[in-house]
């Protein structure tokens, strides 16, 4: 079967001010593929996802989720992006997944995970609850709906993150370092829930600082420094064995299970 | 005198404070939105005129303000105004001063709310106005509404300003009792009153904050 580009990237290139924070960046993921993306701080992993998940735009590139057009360049080189149609169809094509969450406190488990389907996509409201509840319950959290998120866990509460990312249905999953804010305990039960998704062959694009997870989650890895791929290839190639100096300084810091 | 014409008398002028103090709110609580929302326009003329306005109006005292638009009409274009005037001067008055002190209750309000839950909603398919409405504007109502409170107290006895325009509240009658029957009372009463009022509010606030109080963040 031939895999379908989920979304693809082009010549991204991205500069705050006079810091070009990305220099040149071309990706594909495959419908089915988990892409890890790895590297030290300040290296534009953040920003690549950003620009992807339409928070940043692109300087210059092209960037498509399957047949559609995000934005192109134009004669000059310069990224000119679709129109609000586009870009509203595009959001519906991803899901990001926080650092630090960014639930809304003020609503309910289950009012986070179904109500951008109910007031976004205009799914009729029992729909959206049944499928809301059948997210959570596959986040091991069917017991947590009517909570609200002050009272979960990190854990928890980036488990509600992924389903109300899930909710929506996405083609792709985009993850930025999901379990930096939490401490070893939590960060194994949001990696579960995280492989369980490759093991249904969800589309994911995830930066971390995880290494053995990468390896053993990703079927394709990046690494990335000051803004480009300095190495990539199958997830267990790069980190077992790491062709760059650069990538085997950085993953020395690293130990890898 | 009895002491129930004096309750009466000095009720009557209650009324006028209550109306004074109600028409404040409707108006400066929305026009207060509309002046923080231009406080934080990406067009800088517009942002700088809210400051300005911001600036003049809470540093200025409420009493030259009242004064100034009461005698404004007729200073500056020789209009005389009629007799119902002094009261909408007093409520136009208050009303901007007011407007002034919630734009930037708003503004610390809604600058608060950290970028992130923009983002998320952005992210989601939120349009702006949703996520205003849906997303920020719950949280800034339970992050503002201790400053909100201060500041509507404030407007209980503020509204005794109301006397230097000759208007009949609850103060100025007070005033008018208390140098006809040469005596205190109409004044301690008076506080009395003022006081019960502020009691009912700060009641309604604290029911309120309670009912927010089911998230923290
Ligand atoms: N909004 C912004 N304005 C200006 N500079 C920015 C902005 N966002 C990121 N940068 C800069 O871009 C560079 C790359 O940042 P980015 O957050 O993408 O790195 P990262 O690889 O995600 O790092 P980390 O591992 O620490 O999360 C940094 O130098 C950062 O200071
Ligand atoms: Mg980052």
Redesign the interface.
């Known amino acids: 079967m031939e895999s379908k580009a989920v979304v693809s990237l082009t010549n991204g290139k991205k500069a705050f001010g006079a810091n070009e924070v990305l220099k040149d960046i071309s990706l594909t993921v495959n419908a089915g593929d988990v892409l890890a993306i790895i590297g030290p701080s300040g290296g534009g992993k953040s920003t690549l996802l950003r620009c992807m998940?339409?928070?940043e735009t692109l300087d210059s590139g092209d960037l498509s989720y399957g047949d559609l057009v995000v934005c192109a360049n134009n004669g000059e080189g310069r990224a000119v992006y679709g129109g609000k149609d586009v870009i509203?169809q595009a959001?519906?094509r991803?899901?990001?997944v926080?650092q630090?969450f960014?639930?809304?406190?003020?609503y309910t488990v289950l009012q986070n995970v179904t109500?951008?389907l109910i007031?976004?996509?205009k799914m009729p409201k029992d729909e959206a609850l049944a499928r809301g509840r059948e997210l959570l319950a596959r986040m091991g959290l069917a017991d947590k709906e009517s909570m609200?998120?002050?009272d979960l866990s990190g854990g928890q509460q980036q488990r509600v993150a992924i389903a109300?990312?899930m909710a929506?249905n996405p083609d792709v999953l985009f993850f930025d370092e999901p379990t930096s804010a939490l401490d070893p305990e939590l960060t194994r039960e949001v990696l579960k829930v995280i492989r369980d998704l490759a093991a249904e062959h969800m589309t994911m694009v995830i930066v971390t600082h995880e290494m053995g997870f990468a390896r053993d989650v990703a079927d394709h890895l990046i690494f990335m420094d000051g803004g480009v791929i300095v190495e990539q290839g199958s997830a267990h190639e790069v980190i077992n064995n790491p062709q760059h100096d650069r990538t085997r300084a950085f993953l020395s810091n690293y130990d890898r299970d | 005198m009895e002491f129930s014409v004096m309750m009466g008398i000095l009720m009557e002028g209650f009324a006028l404070t209550a109306e004074i103090f109600v028409i404040t709110l409707v108006g400066s609580l929305p026009l207060g939105v509309v002046v923080a929302l231009a406080r934080m326009s990406k067009f800088k003329p517009l942002a700088w005129l809210a400051q300005l306005y911001i600036s003049i109006l809470r540093g200025t005292p409420l009493m030259l303000q009242l004064m100034a638009i009461m005698f404004g009409p007729y200073y500056l274009f020789g209009l005389s105004m009629g007799s119902d005037w002094k009261f909408w001067a007093c409520a136009i008055g208050f009303i901007l001063n007011y407007a002034a002190y919630f734009a930037e209750i708003y503004r610390s309000g809604i600058q608060s709310i950290?970028r992130?839950?923009y983002?998320?909603?952005?992210?989601?398919?939120?349009t702006k106005a949703?996520t205003f409405m849906?997303?920020v504007l719950?949280?800034v109502i339970?992050r503002i509404l201790p400053a909100m409170g201060n500041e509507i107290i404030t407007l209980v006895k503020d509204t005794s300003l109301a006397f230097v325009l000759g208007i009949a509240e609850m103060f100025s009658a007070a005033k008018a009792l208390a140098a006809r029957e040469v005596s205190m009372i109409p004044y301690a009463i008076a506080a009395l009153i003022y006081w019960v009022f502020c009691l009912l509010i700060e009641f309604i606030l604290n029911r309120v904050e309670k009912r927010l109080d089911?998230?923290?963040?």
């Open positions: 998940a339409l928070l509203a959001k519906t991803f899901g990001l926080f630090n960014n639930l809304f406190p003020h109500d951008a007031c976004v996509q609200v998120p002050c109300r990312a929506m | 950290p992130g839950q983002e998320a909603a952005e992210v989601l398919g939120y949703q849906k997303i719950p949280q339970k089911y998230y923290h963040d």
